[in-house]
């Protein structure tokens, strides 16, 4: 019969998904939440997040650190905020063993890089502290997780009182996963099978630089 077939997209775009996104996380609103969002495309979600829950918003980096002779492979990564916090692949330091020195000297490197980035996006505006309160990291969606796995191992290195994990979409397995890593793990759709982010959205460009600005702009306008 019409109508009792799937829908062909769950969100009509970022911000309609961030706005049910929202309904979920209403409870946290008594919070007063830290809202971080993965850029760029987590940021529009994150902004109807923010704003409906009245909280604060801003961004999550991470860089990650490739192997010394094998830059596919990641010997971690390096989580930017008040505190920025190195987050290790304990396995292949092990297995590699990288010479002395060659650690700080990456780390230092994608520092800088992030702190580019930082000043791009948010201009002069301080890092937040994330540290004694609820605090909502967001993604327009999950399609394997390696950068939010150690975002959310970076961000419980700042003592957080609560650190939630909320996005629209991704399989599963790899919310089950990062739900070990969080207080609590939300997501609306874990289609099976899960084949992209995008095609569970009717329109899915890219977030350009200058949208997420003005985003991040409004929002710190109106806080």
């Known amino acids: 019969m019409p109508g009792n077939g799937p829908l062909p997209h769950r969100f009509r775009d970022r911000r309609s998904a961030g706005l049910e996104l929202a309904e979920a996380l209403a ?3 008594e919070e007063h939440p830290l809202v971080l969002a993965q850029p760029p495309g987590g940021i529009p979600v994150a902004f109807e997040v923010a704003r409906q829950l009245e909280a604060d918003l801003d961004l999550l980096l991470v ?3 490739g192997a010394p002779g094998y830059q596919s492979l990641s010997i971690g990564a390096l989580v930017y905020g008040a505190d920025p916090q190195l987050v290790l692949n304990r396995e292949v330091m092990r297995q590699l ?3 002395a020195g060659w650690l ?7 520092l800088r890089e992030l702190e580019q980035c930082r000043q791009l996006y948010c201009g002069e ?3 937040p502290e994330a540290k004694d309160r609820c605090v909502i990291l967001i993604d327009d969606g999950i399609a394997h997780g390696g950068s939010l796995r150690a975002a959310l191992r970076g961000l419980a290195k700042a003592g957080p009182q ?3 994990l909320a996005v629209p979409v991704a399989p599963r397995a790899v919310i089950e996963d990062l739900r070990q890593l969080a207080d609590e793990a939300i997501c609306l759709a874990m289609p099976d099978p899960f084949v992209s982010v995008g095609q569970h959205y009717a329109e899915f460009p890219e977030t350009s630089e200058q949208e997420a600005i003005d985003l991040l702009a409004e929002a710190q306008h109106a806080a």
């Open 27 to 29: 409870p946290h609103a």
């Open 63 to 65: 860089r990650r650190i």
């Open 97 to 99: 063993h990288p010479p």
């Open 104 to 110: 700080e000297v990456q780390t230092q490197r994608q």
């Open 125 to 127: 505006r301080p890092v």
């Open 162 to 164: 609560h650190l939630v």
